[in-house]
């Protein structure tokens, strides 16, 4: 039951074939195509006279011999798919295949038992396993596919065919042909290859199709359908089902046939051998009359090629047909401009522009047809109207009131009682309490009544009752019960509220909005309703009757929209003059659905939308109207394979890899990165629909979707590396596949960004880098080796010198100071025999001179003395001075030493200089300050010598230091600069002196 139901909707789609359902393949080689078949790579393989041609959705190839490896034009066969998905077919003059992942064409022949090649007659008959059979002249020949060899020949008892099918046992094969000789059967043995028996139906026919091992069904060329019966080789029933002859017999479905004649195309159904519909005529997309239809070929993907004899090949698919179609196919162009529920009815009252009225049952079936005009002729344009009782719809024709009573299907014609001029109905309305309300491209609104046969009309609304534009009233819509939107000439929208006191309408507010208003509808929420006018949809806001414009998504909304239906709180249909429109304004989703969705036409009329009770809607356009219930509405969940068409490097096609389609990974060198590809989704239900999206992995953040069906992406200069290319497709209804298509693409660097010219580059820098190591270090080694003698050198210099120096303190010390010792004795002697006062005091100076000089000489000496060149020796000697000239004077001396490191070196120069600072700031206090204390400290800080002594007297003024001091100061400073010191000097109850020296440890010590 389930399978005839489905045959019987497979006919009902196809008698409503029309240009939105059916599409039709440009550039075949020719138009007659015999032989059709769906690839496991989704492409279609068309016969022709004159080549072969591959359609894969997008673009079509055709192969010849002029171009491919082909021998003859003449396709012969139907097409055969073997396990390595290879193509064979038969032109008249040799077998052909096609290897996909080539895209190349190879042909062989079949030889005569005297080895002469046969060049004529070829038709394949099966392929089972590894095993083809095919027919060429007057034998049969089984071919191994995978060796390419003939396996076995064996005359074919038969003569020239139509079609031939083979039906294959443990140990026999029974050949079936058909042709103008008739029905002919013979039977081989497996083993001998000999006949065993033959059989002939002499009736010149040219279908074939087998149902089973045991039936078949044959069309004759008078027109008569012939079940038979194989093993009994009887005829179980014959048909007469045309008067031309049965051009092809295809399956549809498992329960029904497709059976094409030359005067009409009709389909059999085989449970109870009966024709389930017959169909003389079909229109396609450019109106052609489509009558010789040879096949009707269902695809793997419920895809429906139908092939015509001189017009070309045309596809449609069931599934992408989702609306019913009204009055489609009655008038060309029935344009639907007003849609009417009945009351208490389930019928529909439906006018149009020019083609009368239709009283529709629910299920579509006219139940009257009624022209307005004189005579029953039509007349004019119908563009509104209204129910006034149950049976009694009233419009507005060429300027008069029309009546129509739909049980007598009478027309009555109506003046207005107040003999109002009218222009042109447009817009009825009903009020609250019932009354009818209309406009009439007039700047007024009016009330209308109906008694007695009369009609009586009042203003309640007029532009010039509030000052404004005399411009016609084009549309009035009512939002609920008071409040009305009404477009002054489409420039301008009214918002209008009646009061039930006065009974008139009131402006509320004139709204700038272009476009009118055509529909309107309350949303989700009382503040705000949709508008659609000429120039799109509109958001109103009810309490400040502010508006602003709703696009949709990639501004689908900025068109034509006519009307607008509200299914639930969200959800939204909305028609156009580019088809339907499903919308949810919560999340912004759009789904637009065109002619090959089953639409009546793109354009839609104002006027023309309804939705019942039940939540029928109806949608009328140019062409008739659509009637759906939202919910079923479902979209395709079927994947669109995608198809890589062109591959390109550097922008030149490129073949490296194959054929595009079959390209899996992608390597290329450093100076060929640019890349392109072009690629599509496979949706035969409607290609012009289907999207695709890409990424390069390491290239694009995310998927990049395609403006139209056609996908193209372009990646210039890439940088060396791994990249994975990715591809998702979406069907005819944008449903996105959850397979991804995936190529890796390698660009290779060049060898400088290679790992082992990189471990190459780094070894030799590694290598340079030691030797220019090894190099510094023998250089600072023969440099160290040259300082090490030249500072032995200095050392033993140093050496001399301070033994010179030591040689030379040792005979001033000797001979020097004894010879002043001995002076100082030999006058202290002489004074003691001095015989008068000037003596003595001349032998005074001479002890006083020898002691100074001896003094002075002493100092010299341990200058110079190497053996003191230490800050320990320095520091002592300056406090054995100090603490013997203070207490020569009776002045108490405080001396601190806080120096921790002595590790230093003293040079003899640095330490008389600094000694001689430090005698003469003692000498300065024991002369002039008049003190009684002197402080004295000596510390180590940061590799310098600091000095501090204070003498706590009366200081002097700064002005007299000069007179008191003479030139000691001078000779201190000087003596400071020598040093490369520094001092600091202030007169605070006494005088406070602070020196600063640099130090330097001996050679070989480190800090």
């Not at 240009?19 to 195509?33: D, E, F, K, M, V």
């Not at 497709?258 to 997309?285: G, R």
Request: charged residues 20%; proline residues 2%; hydrophobic residues 40%.
């Amino acid at each position: 039951m389930i399978l005839r139901r489905l045959g019987i909707f497979i006919c009902v789609i196809l008698v409503h074939i029309s240009s939105h359902a059916q599409i039709r393949i440009p550039n075949l080689s020719q138009n007659t195509h015999e032989y059709l078949y769906y690839s496991t790579f989704h492409q279609i393989f068309i016969s022709s006279i004159d080549g072969l041609n591959i359609f894969d959705g997008q673009a079509l190839r055709v192969y010849k011999p002029i171009t491919h490896n082909m021998y003859g034009n003449n396709i012969q066969s139907s097409f055969y798919e073997d396990s390595y998905h290879h193509i064979w077919f038969c032109t008249y003059q040799a077998l052909h295949v096609y290897n996909p992942y080539s895209d190349q064409l190879d042909y062989y022949f079949g030889k005569s038992p005297d080895n002469d090649t046969i060049y004529n007659d070829y038709r394949i008959i099966d392929l089972e396993g590894n095993s083809l059979w095919f027919l060429a002249d007057a034998y049969i020949f089984e071919f191994d596919i995978v060796e390419r060899m003939i396996l076995t020949s064996l005359p074919s008892y038969v003569s020239i065919v139509k079609d031939i099918q083979r039906i294959a046992s443990d140990s026999t094969d029974v050949f079936v042909s058909v042709g103008m000789h008739g029905l002919d059967m013979f039977t081989i043995d497996h083993n001998t290859k000999e006949m065993l028996d033959s059989f002939t139906l002499s009736i010149p026919m040219q279908a074939l199709w087998l149902k089973n091992d045991q039936e078949l069904y044959a069309g004759s060329q008078d027109g008569r359908l012939i079940h038979f019966d194989i093993g009994k080789k009887v005829v179980i029933n014959e048909y007469k089902v045309s008067n031309a002859s049965i051009a092809n017999i295809d399956q549809i479905n498992p329960s029904t046939l497709f059976i094409s004649a030359y005067d009409q195309s009709l389909f059999w159904d085989l449970t109870s051998d009966t024709i389930l519909h017959q169909k003389y005529f079909h229109h396609a997309v450019d109106k052609l009359e489509l009558d010789a239809i040879h096949r009707c070929y269902v695809a793997p993907d419920s895809s429906m090629w139908i092939s015509d004899d001189g017009t070309g090949l045309y596809y449609l698919n069931n599934q992408k047909s989702k609306f019913r179609s009204w009055l489609t196919e009655l008038d060309k162009q029935l344009a639907i401009t007003g849609i009417y529920s009945v009351p208490f009815s389930n019928d529909y009252l439906l006018i149009t522009r020019d083609q009368g009225i239709f009283l529709m049952s629910s299920n579509g079936a006219i139940l009257k047809r009624k022209h307005v005009g004189i005579n029953n002729k039509r007349s004019g344009t119908l563009l509104s109207g209204i129910f006034i009782d149950n049976i009694h719809f009233l419009m507005h024709h060429q300027g008069q009131f029309v009546l129509y009573n739909i049980e007598t299907d009478a027309i009555r014609r109506l003046d207005d009682a107040n003999k109002n001029i009218l222009d042109y109905g447009i817009d009825f309305e009903y009020l609250a309490n019932g009354e009818i309300v209309f406009c009439d491209y007039s700047a007024r609104i009016w009330r209308l009544d109906f008694k007695e046969d009369q009609i009586y009309l009042d203003s309640i609304y007029s532009n010039a009752e509030y000052g404004i534009s005399e411009k016609p009233i084009v549309s009035l819509e009512k939002l609920n019960d008071s409040i009305f939107f009404a477009s002054e000439n489409e420039e301008s929208v009214y918002v209008l509220k009646f009061d039930d006191v006065t009974g008139r309408f009131q402006l509320i507010k004139q709204l700038e909005l272009l476009g009118g208003v055509k529909s309107v509808e309350m949303s989700e929420s009382s503040d705000y309703c949709f508008i659609v006018n000429s120039n799109g949809l509109f958001k109103v806001h009810l309490k400040s009757y502010t508006f602003e414009q709703v696009v949709g998504k990639e501004q689908c909304f900025a068109k034509t929209i006519y009307a607008i239906e509200k299914v639930d709180s969200s959800s939204y249909w909305l028609s156009s003059n580019q088809g339907l429109y499903y919308w949810n304004s919560i999340t912004d989703s759009v789904r637009r659905f065109q002619e090959s969705d089953g639409l009546q036409d793109l354009e839609y009329n104002t006027d023309a939308h309804f939705q019942d009770t039940d939540g029928r809607l109806f949608f009328g356009g140019v062409n008739g109207l659509n009637v759906f219930y939202p919910e079923e509405i479902q979209l395709m969940e079927q994947e669109a394979p995608v198809m890589i068409s062109e591959f390109m490097v550097d922008d030149a096609v490129s073949q490296l890899f194959g054929p595009a389609n079959f390209m899996e990974t992608i390597e290329l060198p450093y100076y060929q990165n640019t890349v392109s590809f072009k690629f599509h989704a496979v949706d035969y239900a409607d290609l012009s629909n289907t999207r695709v999206k890409y990424k390069m992995e390491g290239i694009d953040d995310n998927y990049v979707v395609s403006t139209n069906h056609q996908g193209a992406a372009r990646y210039p200069n890439l940088p060396a590396g791994t990249y994975t290319f990715t591809i998702i497709g979406s069907n005819a209804d944008q449903v996105w596949n959850t397979s991804k298509r995936s190529i890796e693409l390698v660009i290779h660097p060049p060898y400088w960004q290679t790992w082992w010219f990189r471990l190459i580059s780094i070894l030799t820098i590694l290598a340079i880098v030691g030797l220019i190591i090894r190099n510094y270090y023998k250089r600072k080694i023969r440099e160290k080796d040259f300082l090490l003698k030249e500072q032995a050198l200095i050392i033993s210099k140093q050496k001399a010198i301070q033994e010179e120096r030591n040689r030379i303190a040792g005979e001033m010390h000797d001979d020097l100071g004894g010879g002043l010792t001995t002076i100082s004795y030999l006058s202290q002697k002489l004074k003691s025999n001095a015989l008068d006062e000037k003596s003595v005091l001349q032998l005074d100076k001479i002890i006083t001179h020898a002691k100074s000089l001896v003094n002075n000489m002493s100092e010299i000496i341990w200058a110079m003395n190497a053996r003191f060149d230490t800050l320990d020796n320095l520091i002592a000697y300056i406090r054995r001075y100090s603490k013997e000239s203070l207490d020569d004077h009776s002045i108490r001396l405080v001396f601190r030493n806080t120096v921790q490191e002595n590790n230093y070196s003293v040079s003899g120069e640095l330490r008389r200089n600094i000694f001689l600072i430090c005698k003469e700031v003692i000498h300065n206090a024991i002369k002039h300050a008049e003190t009684d204390l002197v402080e004295l400290g000596i510390i180590e800080e940061a590799g310098h010598l600091k000095i501090s002594i204070s003498d706590f007297g009366k200081g002097m003024a700064l002005n007299h230091t000069r007179h008191h001091l003479g030139n000691g100061i001078e000779n201190i400073k000087n003596r400071v600069e020598k040093c490369q010191g520094t001092i600091l000097m202030r007169n605070d109850q006494g005088l406070h002196y602070e020196f600063k020296f640099p130090l330097k440890k001996p050679e070989g010590i480190k800090s």
